[in-house]
């Protein structure tokens, strides 16, 4: 930069900041914001009787909620008005044959830990235990006399019980750590 460049730069910083010293102190011109300037429109709020008017907020505290009250943690809709009305009536007498309960769940005797596919085919084979008794059976074989494996999935096997036709899926369980590293 030539002398002459830096004189003419000095002279224009020296301008500027004498501009704004010069409005900060004289205030400036009157819209800017926060400063009220002697003619604005500033309208002081008519305020009669500056005091706390207790008798408005004991009336607050005395009040009930009468809505209805919904647990806004639960995403269910609350219980509608109706539904006691319906329950005070005396249900109807039943009319007719009772039937029979359903069947229990199918309890299969036997735990799934494992299984394997074969390459060449894909067919898999489960790994399961009946007590002391270690059972390897193929997708569609019959296993403890009554019940065939239906199909093996990632985690669990689905088993059929021949007599009835019930389904049941039997979950893949961990073995032991006492036995897990016996061999």
Do not use: C, W
């Not at 900060?24 to 400063?35: E, L």
């Amino acid at each position: 930069m030539s002398r002459r460049t830096e004189i003419y730069l000095l002279v224009g910083l020296a301008l500027v900041l004498g501009s704004v010293l010069y409005y900060s102190r004289s205030g400036g011109d009157s819209g800017s914001p926060g400063v009220l300037a002697e003619n604005s429109k500033f309208m002081p709020l008519d305020v009669r009787e500056p005091r706390l008017h207790t008798e408005l907020l004991d009336r607050l505290r005395k009040l009930q909620y009468a809505g209805t009250h919904r647990n806004i943690f639960v995403a269910a809709p609350p219980p509608s008005a109706q539904a006691p009305v319906q329950q005070q009536q005396a249900p109807e007498p039943f009319v007719g044959p009772r039937l029979p309960p359903p069947p229990p769940p199918l309890q299969v005797p036997a735990e799934f830990f494992g299984y394997e596919t074969r390459p060449a085919s894909g067919r898999r084979t489960g790994f399961f235990t009946s007590g002391d008794d270690v059972l390897v059976v193929a997708e569609g074989d019959t296993f403890l006399g009554r019940f065939r494996l239906v199909h093996i999935g990632n985690d669990s096997a689905d088993v059929e019980e021949i007599a009835t036709g019930r389904h049941a899926t039997v979950p893949m369980t961990q073995p032991p750590p006492e036995q897990a590293g016996v061999q």
